[in-house]
Structures are given as structure tokens and as C-alpha cells.
């Protein structure tokens, strides 16, 4: 295996947000990977985002990338509704891969890629880079060692953008079926946050709801109905005793980012960022046995890159791709590193959610929606 691991990137348009915002600058800077190999659909982009992205080789057919000898590994940056076929080709052709949360646009199509994966021996990640920013570990880790006691309540809260008014191009989310809204990924990633640090749910209520059912497309001049939620409500049991509650919102102005309070018998901790969870530079504060909440420094021990790594995005994700390195080269998963089983067990507890929505009363939650 060489130094670095070689990769092929499926969904490499360089205008792209969030690939240009973490995975692009993440992989340039990281000492574990390196981009070997650009897709998109067209071959003009595949060529504009080799040149530009420093890659050795364009494609614009994944299925001719993911044969390739040259790549290690597959990265998959694409709209969810095709995650599930270019995951599972990198997959059949043998490749480790990275694929992005959610894993599926369904909790089945999740169950299949995760269940080839591991049939053909491969290493597995997905994009739930929360867990492994350091703040948040560190968070757990206080936790772990009884720092602010027996946990006892926890809130957490997140409110992104939600404009009424967006260009066609951009309105595609608003079909529930495609499986890429704000419970599947906002919630989703909320969620994974909550259940690492202080606890699995092990009942819950939820709410979920579309409360802005039409977006105006500004270039069509038409109104176009909405079926994803855009509201998230959820009320839980943890392990442990502690309960928890959840709000996750598309709202249109002046949204309020995310954050996350965790109330033990000794201390509290809370941790805030202006967009989410997953956006790595979280600020951690906290009190053990005092009324006013002090900033908390996060020991050695949780970085996985260099210190000079460029933080915020890309420094959540280039953690994701030092331990998916590691794994590639040391056959051995790291317990950091969240895999496509810790995705499917996210998909169950989405799952969870809908149906405590849909009947209103309490659900217990099932093992497979539980950390194993």
C-alpha cells in the first residue's frame, strides 16, 4: 500500500459547497491522502476540476473510475438520491470507500451497501464527522469520566436557513422521497451528536412536520409544493436515566446555529456553533460544581492531523480521512471512525422518529438503531 492512500472522487465539481468548504482542502492538506482521480458527469468539469484540484486523472463515467488500478479508494460527494449506485459500484469493483451521510436515501438501500461492504472485507466510512472533532470527543470523554457527574438532562437545538424563495435548481430537496432533508441530514447529524456524547435513546416522541409547505422558485416564477419536514421535535429516554429533547428547524430568517447542553449532577457542558455539529471549530464550555460557564481547552490526544491543518471544515473531515487511512492500511478499524454500520444504525433511529411522528405515543427503540 503506498504512503498515501489514492484517491477517486465521485461528485468532484469545484462548485460545489460543501466539497470546496471541507473535502477539497481537507485531502490537499492531508499527509494520509492524496486525490488521484476526479468524476463528475461531464467530461468538461471532470477536466476543469482535475486541473484545478491537482489530479492525475478526469472521468466522467464513475463505473470506468471506480475499475481504475490507480485509486485505493472511492470518495462519494454526490446528491443522496445517487448515493446508493455509486457507492455500491465502487463497492462491486472491490474499492474502500467514503461515502457521505445519509448513507441512503432509504434505510434499506443502507442495509444493502453496508451488508456488500462488509461481505467483500472493505473499510467503510461515512460522513458523521461530528464524532470525531475533537471538542466533541473530548466532551464525551468528560462525560465518560464522570466530570459533571450522573447526566441527568440534555437539550440540543439546531435552526439552519430555510428561504421561501430559491432558484429552481435548488428545490429539489423539497420532494421526501429523494431522502435529503432536514430530518435526514440535519437531524440526522444532530441526532448522531447527541446519542455519542451522552446516550442512546431508548424511547422517544417526535414530532415532525412540514410547516412551510410551498417555496417560490424565483426563475420559473412558479410556487412549488414541499412534502420534507423542515421541523424536527423529538422527546427521549437515554441510557442511563438522563431525558433529552431535540428541536431541528429549516426556518426562514435569522437562524440561531446549534447547540447542545448536557446537565449532570456535578457540571453542566455546552457546546455552540453558528452553523451545526459537523462544521468542525465547535466552542466547548463548561462548569463543574460553579454558576458560570468557562471555556474548556481540549488536551492532546483527539487530533488525527497535523496541527497546522486548516480548521473548520476541512479539519472535521481530515480527521475522517486520517482514520480511513489508517484503517485502509492497518486492516484494522478504528473505534473513532464512523462506519457505514454506525450509519445504518442512524437510518433505524430516523426511522424510529417517523413512526413515533406518525402515531403520536411513545417508541421504544430497537436494537438495531442502537450502538452495538
Known amino acids: 500500500m503506498p504512503q498515501k492512500i489514492r484517491l477517486g472522487f465521485i461528485g468532484a465539481n469545484i462548485r460545489s459547497n460543501w466539497a470546496s468548504e471541507s473535502h477539497f482542502p481537507a485531502i490537499a492538506a492531508s499527509p494520509d491522502v492524496e486525490l488521484t482521480a476526479v468524476c463528475t458527469t461531464n467530461p468538461v468539469s471532470a477536466e476543469e476540476a482535475r486541473q484545478a484540484l491537482g489530479a492525475r486523472l478526469a472521468f466522467s463515467d464513475y463505473r470506468e473510475m471506480v475499475r481504475s488500478d490507480a485509486i485505493d479508494a472511492v470518495v462519494v460527494v454526490v446528491r443522496v438520491p445517487s448515493h446508493y449506485e455509486t ?18 436515501a432509504t434505510t434499506a438501500q443502507a442495509e444493502e451497501l453496508a451488508n456488500a461492504a462488509a461481505a467483500r472485507g472493505l473499510v467503510t466510512a461515512t460522513g458523521l464527522q461530528a464524532r470525531v472533532t475533537p471538542e466533541l470527543m473530548h466532551m464525551r470523554r468528560l462525560i465518560d469520566d464522570g466530570a459533571i457527574g450522573s447526566v441527568l438532562a440534555c437539550h440540543v437545538s439546531c ?19 429523494l431522502g435529503a432533508n432536514p430530518l ?58 438522563a431525558i433529552a429533547s431535540m428541536h431541528v428547524a429549516n426556518v426562514p430568517f435569522a437562524p440561531s446555529g446549534y447547540r447542545m ?17 459537523n462544521h ?13 460557564l468557562e471555556a474548556l481547552a481540549v488536551p492532546a490526544g483527539f487530533a488525527e492531523v497535523p ?61 438495531s438503531a442502537l450502538r452495538a
Do not use: C
Open 159 to 177: 435552526f439552519r436557513p430555510g428561504p421561501l424563495e430559491r432558484l429552481a435548481k435548488r428545490t429539489w430537496t423539497r420532494d421526501v422521497t
Open 307 to 367: 496541527a497546522e491543518f486548516p480548521g473548520g471544515p476541512p479539519h472535521a473531515v481530515g480527521q475522517m480521512y486520517a482514520l480511513f487511512a489508517r484503517a485502509i492500511r492497518g486492516g484494522r478499524i478504528p473505534a473513532r471512525l464512523p462506519t457505514f454500520a454506525t450509519a445504518v444504525e442512524l437510518h433505524h433511529l430516523l426511522d424510529v422518529i417517523r413512526a413515533a411522528s406518525a402515531t403520536g405515543g411513545i417508541v421504544d427503540v430497537p436494537a
Open 261 to 277: 447542553e448536557v446537565y449532570g449532577s456535578k457540571g453542566s457542558l455546552i457546546v455552540a456553533h453558528p452553523i451545526s455539529s
Open 87 to 104: 457507492t455500491m459500484a465502487a463497492i462491486e469493483a472491490g474499492k474502500h470507500v467514503y461515502t457521505e451521510w445519509p448513507l441512503g
Open 184 to 241: 435526514t441530514i440535519q437531524a440526522g447529524h444532530i441526532l448522531d451528536t447527541l446519542r455519542f456524547v451522552a446516550g442512546e435513546p431508548v424511547g422517544l416522541q417526535a414530532v415532525v412536520t412540514t410547516q412551510s409547505k410551498q417555496w417560490y422558485q424565483t426563475d420559473t416564477q412558479k410556487m412549488v409544493d414541499v412534502t420534507a419536514p423542515d421541523n424536527i421535535l423529538v422527546n427521549a429516554r437515554l441510557t442511563g436515566g
Open 280 to 292: 468542525g471549530n465547535i466552542l466547548l464550555k463548561g462548569t463543574a460544581g460553579g454558576k458560570t
